[in-house]
């Protein structure tokens, strides 16, 4: 048996798995410390256990791998990082998070808007894409519960079910649903952010045509921000931007091969994110944001 040292599941429930916790406390109660709601990645088999896996390592150089998109949403950074891009916002204006806006080619992630007297004044959207896995993880994880002092049904620690990365789908369904949304947002000039981790944008640039996706520009429809996941000073894991690069309506569809014609007016967006406006929207210090995704299970 693995020690807990030694599992490949770094995170559970918000929790590294190096330090030390009330596990049975944490299993128990499968919160979200990020979206601070119940952890909304749920077993098949049985929808009232939440998964909990945040992040892996993985590969022969054990990479820190983020499995989960609200793992993104750890101290808000990810929408702070996106703020320059507000070039209509206002000193004095609020700042509101609205998840899951629907546009032609799809539904965004967020919205972060800049409000004054509940009007929008400005929006950048927000997208995350974080790497989905091939097989389960669920064995894993019993393994690591077992080590960690927790009962655990036999089977699952037997288990030989395996998990992996699904790197290849995963790159090509984000850049299909972009081709989509930011020929959209390129024609009303608005701004859109995907947030990916590092190792995610480094296979984009080594499995599609990228090689023009380089530096960073205001005026571009499209940044790519990569994040890091690594050691905290404190303890445990954090994400930190590592880079960002732009480009527009006409590089993503390079990528792809493909153009992309979509349209949208603008008083069309802007009139959802006023309907969606509330105290809860309000973007404020370590305000928890709560996704409004379906649950996906294992």
């Given at each position: 048996m693995t020690s807990a040292q030694e599992s490949r599941v770094l995170e559970l429930f918000g929790n590294s798995t190096r330090a030390d916790h009330d596990w049975l406390h944490v299993v128990r109660r499968q919160w979200c410390p990020f979206a601070n709601t119940r952890c909304f990645k749920v077993r098949k088999s049985d929808p009232a256990v939440s998964i909990g896996t945040c992040s892996v390592c993985y590969g022969r150089d054990r990479r820190n791998i983020v499995i989960c998109p609200n793992r993104l949403l750890e101290r808000r950074q990810v929408f702070t990082d996106c703020l320059h891009l507000l070039t209509q916002h206002d000193p004095g204006n609020e700042l509101h998070i609205v998840p899951e806006v629907s546009i032609p080619g799809g539904n965004v992630d967020y919205f972060v808007a800049s409000v004054k007297k509940s009007k929008v004044k400005d929006f950048v959207a927000v997208e995350f894409q974080?790497?989905?896995?091939?097989?389960?993880?669920?064995?894993?994880?019993?393994?690591?519960?077992?080590?960690?002092?927790?009962?655990?049904?036999?089977?699952?620690?037997?288990?030989?079910?395996?998990?992996?990365?699904?790197?290849?789908m995963t790159a090509k369904t984000i850049l299909?649903?972009?081709?989509?949304?930011?020929?959209?947002?390129?024609?009303?000039?608005?701004?859109?952010?995907?947030?990916?981790?590092?190792?995610?944008?480094?296979?984009?640039?080594?499995?599609?045509?990228?090689?023009?996706?380089?530096?960073?520009?205001?005026?571009?429809?499209?940044?790519?921000?990569?994040?890091?996941?690594?050691?905290?000073?404190?303890?445990?894991?954090?994400?930190?931007?590592?880079?960002?690069?732009?480009?527009?309506?006409?590089?993503?569809?390079?990528?792809?091969?493909?153009?992309?014609?979509?349209?949208?007016?603008?008083?069309?967006?802007?009139?959802?994110?006023?309907?969606?406006?509330?105290?809860?929207?309000?973007?404020?210090?370590?305000?928890?944001i709560v996704s409004a995704g379906e649950m996906p299970s294992e």
């Open positions: 974080t790497l989905d896995t091939t097989g389960t993880v669920w064995p894993e994880r019993q393994r690591l519960l077992k080590t960690l002092g927790l009962r655990v049904p036999r089977k699952d620690i037997e288990s030989g079910k395996p998990f992996g990365m699904n790197w290849k299909v649903q972009l081709h989509h949304k930011v020929d959209t947002l390129e024609h009303i000039g608005k701004h859109l952010v995907l947030v990916l981790q590092d190792c995610l944008l480094g296979y984009l640039h080594d499995q599609f045509n990228f090689a023009h996706v380089k530096g960073v520009r205001l005026g571009d429809v499209m940044h790519l921000h990569s994040y890091k996941l690594d050691e905290a000073e404190s303890s445990g894991l954090e994400i930190h931007l590592d880079s960002r690069v732009s480009t527009d309506a006409a590089g993503i569809a390079k990528c792809l091969g493909i153009q992309a014609n979509t349209r949208v007016e603008l008083d069309a967006i802007i009139n959802e994110l006023e309907r969606r406006l509330s105290a809860k929207t309000l973007l404020t210090i370590a305000t928890p």
